[in-house]
């Protein structure tokens, strides 16, 4: 195995160099050595004598070990660093370079092995919209891409793999979700909240269920059938793929062009350490959800739009904020409203469905995740001619069987992303799609993938 070791100046260099031979012995053909920092046991300007060339990793330690990495094809990094060089945080930053180059990162006690990455169909751009966690918003920004791509007549099929998938990959051809088939769905005691569903009734595009069980520290689901799910898809000639990630997980194909989802109330440390820097290298844009409330105005809020601005650019984050859009007109009607958001956002939904839409909100649940929750705040509303619901949870299962036998109509919401920052989203939407489309022409030509 053709190895990148990584070593600090914290060590006496007979001693580093000692530790490079052991590796040797253990099978790991040391073909360079990046010194990422420490010069406690080095004389000034010393460049140590290692027995392999030594790169001096300068004021951005992770850009020397992805140069390393890139311009020796190594096959593994082997760290022989040790903190304070290397705290708890850098290292797992070092790791994330490591994994987003397909390199495994090993050490004394530990490995890393980068996440399984399939190649994407041939000739067809791929695109990814992953996140830091459940309910972030991906569903709401896969649609909304997903719908301009139709306006732009690219015919794409949204692939969804969630924790609810299906066990087999099945397709929902567009106009095919309705509440009917919903309901029949939920009394065959199927999954009728899936997000692949989700996305069929709400972009009016052909979607694809899959389903995933467990996630990896840098998202590798345990178990997933979302592989095949993306060959059915291409089967049918799409323009452009959007593959859909579920909770914090991704998919394992090797994508044209990503984006990431991450709400505002994001803790920091979930982009900016543990292996969050993995997902961010395998980004081309990030969409900051839910800044319409007081999550971006936290001193996490901007530490957390700093970051991100720091780590991919200005023209590379928008930051938005979520509208609640229902899919049929609710105007002068006495509504019911049911939502998988926190109760200080559904506040804010609630607001904007009187404010924009002209319902008369009789009542709302923040319970829609918590089926015996919702079924009690249901049970206890006021009288209401229309339920205004998210396609999640149990919003079929519970919400929408209650509203049939209790004659109201169900009319499902859409969250849509809108900018709040300036940018123009579409544009950026637009953007990633055509990056998407190059890359995969030159993906085709030369047989790569990110």
């Given at each position: 195995?053709r190895t990148l070791?990584?070593?600090?100046?914290?060590?006496?260099?007979?001693?580093?160099?000692?530790?490079?031979?052991?590796?040797?012995?253990?099978?790991?053909?040391?073909?360079?050595?990046?010194?990422?920092?420490?010069?406690?046991?080095?004389?000034?300007?010393?460049?140590?004598?290692?027995?392999?060339?030594?790169?001096?990793?300068?004021?951005?330690?992770?850009?020397?070990?992805?140069?390393?990495?890139?311009?020796?094809?190594?096959?593994?990094?082997?760290?022989?660093?040790?903190?304070?060089?290397?705290?708890?945080?850098?290292?797992?930053?070092?790791?994330?370079?490591?994994?987003?180059?397909?390199?495994?990162?090993?050490?004394?006690?530990?490995?890393?092995?980068?996440?399984?990455?399939?190649?994407?169909?041939?000739?067809?751009?791929?695109?990814?919209?992953?996140?830091?966690?459940?309910?972030?918003?991906?569903?709401?920004?896969?649609?909304?891409?997903?719908?301009?791509?139709?306006?732009?007549?690219?015919?794409?099929?949204?692939?969804?793999?969630?924790?609810?998938?299906?066990?087999?990959?099945?397709?929902?051809?567009?106009?095919?979700?309705?509440?009917?088939?919903?309901?029949?769905?939920?009394?065959?005691?199927?999954?009728?909240?899936?997000?692949?569903?989700?996305?069929?009734?709400?972009?009016?595009?052909?979607?694809?269920?899959?389903?995933?069980?467990?996630?990896?520290?840098?998202?590798?689901?345990?178990?997933?059938?979302?592989?095949?799910?993306?060959?059915?898809?291409?089967?049918?000639?799409?323009?452009?793929?959007?593959?859909?990630g579920s909770g914090?997980s991704v998919p394992?194909?090797?994508?044209?062009?990503?984006?990431?989802?991450?709400?505002?109330?994001?803790?920091?440390?979930?982009?900016?350490?543990?292996?969050?820097?993995?997902?961010?290298?395998?980004?081309?844009?990030?969409?900051?959800?839910?800044?319409?409330?007081?999550?971006?105005?936290?001193?996490?809020?901007?530490?957390?739009?700093?970051?991100?601005?720091?780590?991919?650019?200005?023209?590379?984050?928008?930051?938005?904020?979520?509208?609640?859009?229902?899919?049929?007109?609710?105007?002068?009607?006495?509504?019911?409203?049911?939502?998988?958001?926190?109760?200080?956002?559904?506040?804010?939904?609630?607001?904007?469905?009187?404010?924009?839409?002209?319902?008369?909100?009789?009542?709302?649940?923040?319970?829609?995740?918590?089926?015996?929750?919702?079924?009690?705040?249901?049970?206890?509303?006021?009288?209401?001619?229309?339920?205004?619901?998210?396609?999640?949870?149990?919003?079929?299962?519970?919400?929408?069987?209650?509203?049939?036998?209790?004659?109201?109509?169900?009319?499902?919401?859409?969250?849509?992303?809108?900018?709040?920052?300036?940018?123009?989203?579409?544009?950026?939407?637009?953007?990633?799609?055509?990056?998407?489309?190059?890359?995969?022409?030159?993906?085709?030509?030369?047989?790569?993938?990110?």
């Amino acid at each position: 195995m053709r190895t990148l070791a990584l070593v600090d100046g914290e060590h006496y260099p007979p001693v580093t160099r000692w530790g490079i031979d052991v590796a040797r012995d253990r099978g790991y053909d040391v073909v360079a050595a990046v010194l990422i920092g420490g010069r406690e046991k080095l004389a000034a300007g010393e460049i140590p004598d290692l027995g392999v060339p030594v790169r001096l990793a300068g004021d951005d330690r992770f850009a020397a070990v992805a140069a390393a990495i890139d311009d020796l094809a190594v096959d593994v990094v082997l760290d022989l660093s040790d903190e304070p060089i290397l705290g708890y945080r850098e290292r797992m930053a070092v790791a994330a370079v490591a994994l987003a180059r397909g390199v495994p990162y090993v050490g004394p006690d530990f490995r890393l092995d980068p996440p399984e990455r399939v190649a994407p169909p041939p000739g067809t751009p791929t695109v990814a919209v992953v996140g830091t966690g459940k309910r972030t918003g991906k569903t709401a920004v896969a649609g909304e891409i997903a719908r301009i791509a139709a306006r732009r007549g690219l015919s794409p099929i949204v692939v969804a793999m969630g924790r609810g998938g299906p066990p087999t990959p099945q397709v929902a051809t567009a106009g095919s979700v309705s509440l009917e088939t919903l309901l029949a769905l939920a009394r065959d005691g199927e999954h009728a909240a899936s997000d692949y569903l989700e996305d069929a009734l709400t972009t009016g595009v052909t979607t694809i269920g899959a389903r995933r069980a467990g996630g990896g520290l840098a998202g590798a689901p345990f178990a997933t059938n979302v592989v095949e799910a993306v060959q059915l898809a291409a089967a049918r000639n799409p323009g452009v793929i959007v593959l859909e990630g579920s909770g914090a997980s991704v998919p394992p194909i090797a994508w044209d062009a990503g984006v990431l989802v991450v709400p505002a109330t994001c803790p920091v440390e979930y982009v900016r350490g543990y292996l969050g820097p993995y997902r961010l290298l395998r980004t081309d844009l990030a969409v900051v959800t839910m800044a319409g409330g007081p999550g971006l105005e936290t001193e996490n809020g901007s530490h957390l739009i700093a970051h991100l601005h720091g780590s991919l650019g200005d023209a590379h984050v928008v930051v938005t904020d979520l509208r609640p859009t229902p899919l049929a007109s609710v105007a002068g009607r006495r509504a019911f409203f049911a939502t998988t958001a926190p109760a200080a956002v559904a506040e804010r939904q609630v607001a904007d469905l009187e404010a924009q839409h002209g319902a008369e909100i009789v009542g709302w649940s923040a319970r829609l995740g918590d089926r015996a929750g919702l079924a009690e705040d249901l049970d206890g509303a006021e009288e209401h001619e229309v339920l205004l619901t998210e396609l999640k949870g149990a919003a079929v299962d519970v919400a929408g069987m209650r509203a049939v036998a209790r004659g109201a109509d169900v009319v499902f919401v859409d969250n849509r992303p809108v900018s709040v920052d300036g940018e123009d989203l579409e544009g950026r939407f637009v953007e990633v799609l055509d990056l998407a489309a190059g890359r995969a022409i030159n993906r085709t030509a030369e047989g790569s993938g990110r």
